[in-house]
């Protein structure tokens, strides 16, 4: 692999001087715009960790609070227990190892039978934990008292974003991510090239996962109190699918083009029409649907470069243009 | 046509004229109101909650003040102006909408959010910023500890174990007098609320020598619970104790008049001290027994129960009502003893406490209210602590179930 030409170099440059400034936001605004900040990287790391899977395979994952709750009731357990790093390390390999269990047995489910899985995989793992808490623990709801600040929470996910998208774009240029675009297109043509198509999705799976989870390591401080009614909420893997699908899931920044506008338009919603948020919410979502059926990434393309193919080694050709 | 365009343009004018004076009268009294904010659960599974035990007393509690003048701060008048959000039961918006509160909304006062679950989320976020949390709806088990944690903090329905050892020292006087037998069947709800009391009865009541014939818990949510009640049928048990959540305190109600089980004494969890309880079941709420209750024969707390039907057109419930309406009291009377805005001398008269309220003196925490009560003749009575002044006789045994109405 040609790790060190100048096409990785200087996006990668890039992006290194924009997360190190986006470090110093804490001294530069009060705590409700870190509050919203928060929000913004860790939905920007759900979406991007979901697209990285979603958007090649075009597998609708209704998954993500799963990983997401399994990272913070680890929190909520080790907590207490352990440093916090090795209580990170936990949660993801705790993430890991059910994302391996659910990919091995069910990535060869297609379609519409994915996201029915998926979505009742929630609901699974939330009763597994009611049921051990009520029966073994007898102790429902972990209490989390850790001295994390919100700028650590904030600093935390800044630098798991920055991982992540660097390991997304290092999996674009990779031999995995051509399977997995091969895969996208077409599944048995990726048979017919000699792709272990099971074991591709499945390690993209996992590394998907493994993110998530850590967002909900994360943000678990912040909270206090945990319960699985809290950890398990699946209306976070539907916001995550809907931002990821309007910002364009098949480019590495494309979900972040859906994050930034959702999330504060989420945030205007709330704080000016308490009383109709919800009613105001569909109407935008339908306004969405009609005017960008494929996407901010779609609107994009349609204007700038309509005969550009998606490309590995252009997918970071502006990483600047669009984090700032 | 010429009439009604005119009449619209009239109208457009008027409206832009009241905005832009209420405007500027806003804009010129910046300094002349209390501003009170609150993120609640307006939607989500945490809203019907919301709106039986909170909302209604914070709406009431702001127009009354108005209505009369405004709080008096030294020697102003200060109107309360408010600020709401909508958390959509979920803490990771109720943390938002706090931030949002102190430093874009700059409030001088955060009322608490509804449920255990979002009380705690916001709890250290009011405790840096120097706001005192007043957290009506909360019921943990760890309320001693998180006073102690966050000094500002006051948890005012205290602890679930108090409420399962109050309802096993009650059963206990009906054992000893003989009344009853020494079953008792036992459900709860597998939530945070009914694992913590049944945990609390589980022990109190086995210390009293209470053999407990049925020990179980039902899915949060569940409201068809007729199997439970087949098995505990046949068992024998003079009481029955359910520590459950409204869904399943309603079907549980239902479904033991359905099948004719009829203990002697009929324990049932948080939903029935709400009037939709004796709305729905109507004479056959006689003789229901659960947390909560309020002596009516109390002139405060029947005056604050009609204020409150003529305010909301419906009746408060019989527990966390209550309790937050002596709280609102109370804030009302911190406020205007300090003289000032200043949160920290707010802070510290709420510490002292010695407030007039429908609970009688009063300091936010105090745990001077029912903790088991009963319908009888369409009101939820208080029974026990029995020590307390107005604690009604039980009716026993329960009543027979009527046929449905």
């Given at each position: 692999?040609?790790i060190?030409?100048?096409?990785?170099?200087?996006?990668v440059?890039?992006?290194?001087?924009i997360?190190a400034a986006?470090?110093?936001l804490?001294?530069?605004?009060?705590?409700?715009?870190?509050?919203?900040?928060?929000?913004?990287?860790?939905?920007?790391?759900?979406?991007?960790a979901?697209?990285?899977?979603?958007?090649?395979t075009?597998?609708?994952?209704l998954?993500?609070?799963?990983f997401?709750?399994?990272?913070?009731?680890t929190?909520?357990?080790?907590?207490e227990?352990?440093?916090?790093?090795?209580v990170l390390?936990?949660?993801?390999?705790?993430?890991?190892?059910?994302?391996?269990?659910?990919?091995?047995?069910?990535?060869?489910?297609?379609?519409?039978?994915?996201?029915?899985f998926?979505f009742?995989?929630?609901e699974?793992?939330?009763?597994?934990?009611s049921?051990?808490?009520?029966?073994?623990?007898?102790e429902m709801?972990?209490?989390?008292?850790?001295?994390?600040?919100?700028?650590?929470?904030?600093?935390?996910?800044?630098?798991?974003f920055?991982?992540?998208?660097?390991?997304?774009?290092?999996?674009g240029?990779?031999?995995?991510?051509f399977?997995?675009?091969?895969i996208?297109?077409?599944?048995?043509?990726?048979?017919?090239?000699?792709?272990?198509?099971?074991?591709?999705?499945?390690?993209?799976?996992?590394?998907?996962?493994?993110?998530?989870t850590l967002?909900?390591a994360?943000?678990?401080?912040?909270?206090?109190?945990?319960d699985?009614?809290?950890?398990?909420n699946?209306?976070?893997?539907?916001?995550?699918?809907?931002?990821?699908?309007?910002?364009?899931?098949?480019?590495?920044?494309?979900?972040?083009l859906g994050?930034?506008?959702?999330?504060?338009?989420?945030e205007?919603?709330?704080?000016?029409?308490?009383?109709?948020?919800?009613?105001?919410?569909g109407?935008?979502?339908?306004?969405?649907?009609?005017?960008?059926p494929?996407?901010v990434?779609?609107?994009?393309?349609?204007?700038?470069?309509p005969?550009?193919?998606v490309?590995?080694t252009?997918?970071?050709?502006k990483?600047?243009?669009?984090a700032? | 046509?010429?009439?009604?365009a005119?009449l619209?343009?009239?109208?457009?004018?008027?409206?832009?004229?009241?905005?832009?004076?209420?405007?500027?009268l806003?804009?010129?009294?910046?300094?002349?109101?209390?501003?009170i904010?609150?993120?609640?659960?307006?939607?989500g599974?945490?809203?019907?909650?919301a709106?039986?035990?909170?909302?209604?007393?914070?709406?009431?509690?702001?127009?009354?003040?108005?209505?009369?003048g405004?709080l008096?701060?030294?020697?102003?008048?200060?109107?309360?102006?408010v600020?709401?959000?909508?958390?959509?039961?979920?803490?990771?918006?109720?943390?938002?909408?706090?931030?949002?509160?102190?430093n874009?909304?700059?409030?001088?006062?955060i009322?608490?959010?509804?449920?255990?679950g979002i009380?705690?989320?916001?709890?250290?976020?009011?405790?840096r910023?120097?706001y005192a949390h007043?957290?009506g709806?909360?019921?943990?088990?760890?309320?001693?500890?998180?006073?102690?944690?966050?000094?500002?903090?006051?948890?005012?329905?205290g602890?679930g174990?108090?409420?399962?050892?109050?309802?096993?020292?009650?059963?206990?006087?009906?054992?000893?007098?003989?009344?009853?037998?020494?079953?008792?069947?036992?459900i709860?709800?597998?939530?945070?609320?009914?694992i913590?009391l049944?945990k609390?009865?589980r022990e109190a009541l086995?210390?009293?020598?209470?053999?407990?014939?049925?020990?179980?818990t039902?899915?949060?949510?569940?409201q068809?619970?007729?199997?439970?009640?087949?098995d505990?049928?046949?068992?024998?048990?003079?009481?029955?104790?359910?520590?459950?959540?409204?869904?399943?305190?309603?079907?549980?109600?239902e479904?033991?008049r359905v099948l004719g089980f009829?203990?002697?004494?009929?324990?049932?969890?948080?939903?029935?001290?709400?009037?939709?309880?004796?709305?729905?079941f109507?004479?056959?709420?006689?003789?229901?027994?659960?947390?909560g209750?309020?002596?009516?024969?109390?002139?405060?707390?029947?005056?604050?129960?009609?204020?409150?039907?003529?305010?909301?057109?419906?009746?408060?419930d019989?527990?966390?009502?209550?309790v937050?309406?002596?709280?609102?009291?109370?804030?009302q009377?911190?406020?205007?003893?300090?003289?000032?805005t200043?949160r920290?001398a707010?802070?510290?008269?709420?510490?002292?406490?010695?407030?007039?309220?429908i609970?009688?003196?009063?300091?936010?925490?105090d745990?001077?209210?029912?903790?088991v009560?009963?319908?009888?003749?369409?009101?939820?009575?208080?029974?026990?602590?029995?020590?307390?002044?107005?604690?009604?006789?039980?009716?026993f045994?329960?009543?027979?179930?009527?046929?449905?109405?």
């Amino acid at each position: 692999m040609s790790i060190l030409k100048p096409d990785f170099i200087k996006p990668v440059g890039i992006g290194a001087v924009i997360f190190a400034a986006l470090a110093f936001l804490p001294s530069l605004v009060d705590s409700y715009y870190m509050s919203l900040a928060i929000s913004i990287v860790s939905f920007a790391v759900l979406a991007t960790a979901w697209s990285m899977f979603s958007g090649p395979t075009r597998y609708i994952s209704l998954a993500t609070v799963v990983f997401f709750g399994i990272g913070a009731y680890t929190v909520a357990v080790l907590g207490e227990v352990l440093p916090f790093p090795l209580v990170l390390v936990c949660a993801g390999l705790a993430g890991t190892v059910i994302a391996l269990l659910v990919g091995f047995s069910t990535l060869r489910l297609a379609g519409v039978y994915f996201v029915i899985f998926t979505f009742g995989l929630t609901e699974l793992v939330r009763q597994v934990v009611s049921w051990y808490e009520v029966n073994v623990t007898r102790e429902m709801g972990r209490y989390v008292f850790l001295d994390i600040t919100q700028n650590d929470i904030y600093w935390q996910l800044l630098a798991l974003f920055a991982v992540l998208l660097l390991t997304g774009f290092i999996l674009g240029r990779s031999r995995l991510g051509f399977a997995l675009r091969i895969i996208g297109e077409d599944e048995t043509v990726a048979k017919h090239c000699g792709i272990d198509v099971t074991r591709v999705k499945v390690a993209l799976f996992v590394l998907s996962a493994l993110f998530m989870t850590l967002t909900g390591a994360i943000m678990a401080p912040r909270w206090t109190y945990i319960d699985p009614v809290i950890a398990f909420n699946p209306m976070l893997s539907f916001q995550v699918v809907i931002m990821a699908l309007l910002g364009g899931p098949r480019r590495l920044l494309g979900p972040l083009l859906g994050v930034v506008p959702l999330t504060l338009l989420f945030e205007i919603l709330t704080a000016n029409f308490p009383n109709h948020f919800s009613i105001l919410l569909g109407c935008v979502f339908l306004v969405i649907v009609y005017l960008l059926p494929s996407g901010v990434v779609g609107l994009y393309e349609k204007y700038s470069a309509p005969k550009k193919r998606v490309l590995a080694t252009e997918q970071n050709a502006k990483p600047g243009g669009n984090a700032a | 046509m010429q009439i009604s365009a005119k009449l619209r343009f009239a109208t457009i004018a008027a409206a832009t004229t009241a905005v832009m004076s209420t405007a500027t009268l806003f804009g010129a009294n910046a300094q002349e109101t209390y501003r009170i904010g609150y993120a609640i659960s307006k939607t989500g599974p945490g809203a019907p909650g919301a709106a039986t035990s909170t909302i209604p007393n914070y709406e009431m509690w702001v127009k009354e003040i108005n209505d009369a003048g405004g709080l008096k701060v030294g020697d102003k008048q200060l109107p309360i102006e408010v600020v709401e959000y909508d958390d959509r039961s979920s803490s990771e918006e109720a943390v938002r909408a706090i931030e949002r509160l102190i430093n874009q909304d700059k409030v001088d006062f955060i009322l608490s959010p509804w449920g255990t679950g979002i009380n705690l989320a916001v709890a250290p976020i009011l405790d840096r910023a120097g706001y005192a949390h007043l957290a009506g709806t909360a019921v943990t088990d760890k309320a001693p500890q998180l006073s102690q944690r966050w000094k500002n903090s006051y948890w005012l329905l205290g602890t679930g174990e108090q409420y399962a050892v109050g309802l096993a020292e009650f059963l206990k006087g009906l054992k000893d007098e003989g009344k009853i037998n020494d079953k008792v069947a036992m459900i709860a709800v597998a939530d945070g609320f009914g694992i913590e009391l049944s945990k609390a009865g589980r022990e109190a009541l086995e210390d009293r020598d209470f053999d407990l014939v049925y020990d179980k818990t039902y899915p949060l949510g569940s409201q068809d619970l007729a199997t439970i009640v087949n098995d505990i049928k046949s068992l024998g048990a003079d009481t029955f104790v359910a520590f459950s959540y409204p869904p399943g305190t309603l079907g549980l109600t239902e479904q033991s008049r359905v099948l004719g089980f009829n203990p002697k004494v009929f324990y049932a969890g948080v939903g029935t001290a709400f009037p939709l309880y004796k709305n729905r079941f109507g004479d056959n709420a006689e003789g229901v027994v659960s947390l909560g209750g309020a002596s009516e024969d109390d002139p405060k707390i029947a005056d604050y129960i009609k204020r409150h039907i003529a305010f909301a057109e419906r009746e408060p419930d019989r527990w966390a009502s209550i309790v937050n309406w002596a709280t609102l009291q109370s804030l009302q009377q911190a406020i205007e003893r300090a003289g000032t805005t200043d949160r920290v001398a707010i802070n510290a008269e709420l510490a002292k406490g010695g407030f007039d309220t429908i609970l009688g003196t009063y300091k936010p925490g105090d745990q001077t209210f029912w903790q088991v009560g009963q319908w009888q003749d369409g009101k939820f009575v208080g029974l026990a602590p029995t020590s307390m002044e107005g604690a009604a006789e039980l009716v026993f045994p329960k009543p027979e179930w009527k046929a449905a109405q």
